[in-house]
């Protein structure tokens, strides 16, 4: 599946690549055009009018070959406008209508990779979502006790411990989907999780182990307090940041 989603985005690229070249293709198609029918066009109305002035020899002549020259000449321009004009559209519309099939294209293709876009975001917020509830979980200060204590704890180390892995395992094959900083900012924010994990899984080994001094027990306890009210009081500002994210890529808009 990730193979398509790679294929869909380079599809994207070059299909802007291709519109961008056509665009410039019309673009200089045209100006060449003008610029060598106008150079004909001017061209071969000085020839003429150069050997119409040769024949001349008054001022009167003169005078008359000006007013027909003007009247001449504007008749002669109006008519090389409207034939410039069906010769341009001859030209330029095979070229609109490549650029409007592959705008199509285009369109198609970026429907087809939002609705996977949004499919991917709504399952990586469910697995970002899950990975926070199951570290608040975790590292709560007081946990409460139903059945057996081990047994419990071992359940939220667990969950922990899945939440997380599927939460960067698909995160990692889905992250051609957003822009790099946002990537960044995933990736740090993940990190923050296994890095607090992994020391507030080390301290409480240490207390359980009951080989340690009070002193350490103390530094252990401490830490881990300290660990459970970051996760709980401060990561969900930073889930607030990655919502609004989401729901700028979904355009979801607020009401009024």
Request: glycine share 4%; with cysteine; aromatic share 14%.
């Given at each position: 599946?990730?193979?398509?989603?790679?294929?869909?985005?380079?599809?994207?690229?070059?299909?802007?690549?291709?519109?961008?070249?056509?665009?410039?293709?019309?673009?200089?198609?045209?100006?060449?055009?003008?610029?060598?029918?106008?150079?004909?066009?001017?061209?071969?109305?000085?020839?003429?009018?150069?050997?119409?002035?040769?024949?001349?020899?008054?001022?009167?002549?003169?005078?008359?070959?000006?007013?027909?020259?003007?009247?001449?000449?504007?008749?002669?321009?109006?008519?090389?406008?409207?034939?410039?004009?069906?010769?341009?559209?001859?030209k330029i519309e095979p070229l609109?209508?490549?650029?409007?099939?592959?705008?199509?294209?285009?369109?198609?293709?970026?429907g087809f990779l939002h609705q996977?876009?949004?499919?991917?975001?709504?399952?990586?917020?469910?697995?970002?979502?899950?990975?926070?509830?199951?570290?608040?979980?975790?590292?709560?200060?007081?946990?409460?006790?139903?059945?057996?204590?081990?047994?419990?704890?071992?359940?939220?180390?667990?969950?922990?411990?899945?939440?997380?892995?599927?939460?960067?395992?698909?995160?990692?094959?889905?992250?051609?989907?957003?822009?790099?900083?946002?990537?960044?900012?995933?990736?740090?924010?993940?990190?923050?999780?296994?890095?607090?994990?992994?020391?507030?899984?080390?301290?409480?080994?240490?207390?359980?182990?009951?080989?340690?001094?009070?002193?350490?027990?103390?530094?252990?306890?401490?830490?881990?307090?300290?660990?459970?009210?970051?996760?709980?009081?401060?990561?969900?500002?930073?889930?607030?940041?990655?919502?609004?994210?989401?729901?700028?890529?979904?355009?979801?808009?607020?009401?009024?």
């Amino acid at each position: 599946m990730s193979g398509i989603f790679l294929w869909v985005f380079l599809q994207e690229i070059i299909i802007l690549d291709i519109m961008g070249e056509y665009i410039i293709e019309i673009i200089i198609t045209v100006i060449l055009f003008l610029i060598a029918s106008y150079l004909i066009f001017y061209k071969a109305w000085l020839n003429a009018l150069g050997n119409e002035v040769a024949k001349l020899s008054t001022v009167e002549e003169l005078t008359n070959l000006k007013e027909s020259v003007k009247k001449e000449f504007n008749e002669s321009l109006e008519a090389y406008k409207a034939r410039l004009s069906n010769e341009l559209s001859l030209k330029i519309e095979p070229l609109k209508a490549e650029l409007e099939k592959n705008n199509i294209t285009y369109q198609i293709q970026f429907g087809f990779l939002h609705q996977e876009r949004a499919k991917v975001i709504l399952e990586l917020y469910h697995k970002l979502i899950e990975l926070h509830s199951a570290m608040v979980d975790w590292t709560a200060f007081l946990q409460p006790v139903v059945e057996d204590a081990e047994k419990e704890d071992t359940a939220r180390i667990e969950r922990v411990n899945k939440a997380i892995y599927e939460f960067q395992n698909f995160y990692v094959y889905h992250k051609l989907f957003f822009q790099k900083s946002f990537c960044d900012f995933i990736d740090s924010f993940s990190k923050e999780y296994w890095d607090k994990g992994w020391e507030f899984g080390y301290s409480q080994g240490r207390i359980k182990s009951g080989e340690i001094t009070k002193e350490y027990y103390k530094e252990y306890t401490e830490k881990m307090s300290k660990i459970s009210h970051e996760i709980k009081d401060n990561f969900p500002a930073k889930i607030a940041d990655i919502e609004d994210k989401f729901r700028k890529l979904l355009k979801v808009e607020d009401e009024e």
